[in-house]
């Protein structure tokens, strides 16, 4: 299984981590907490991946 683009994951990462900091802006009570921590965590996953993922100017080993 190929591994995800890093552009796809740098969006994900962005997207998640724009939700986590308005979710509690626009939502209130216990949803907001809970929307903002899921997102966070998808969030942290995401970034702890970027690092890890195979770059393109890499080289290939055989």
Do not use: E, H, Y
């Amino acid at each position: 299984m190929k591994t995800p683009l890093r552009p796809a994951l740098w969006l994900l990462l962005l997207l998640n981590f724009v939700v986590a900091v308005t979710a509690p802006m626009i939502v209130d009570d216990s949803q907001a907490v809970a929307t903002s921590l899921g997102t966070a965590l998808v969030s942290a996953g995401v970034g702890f991946s970027l690092p890890r993922s195979p770059g393109r100017n890499r080289p290939r080993g055989r």
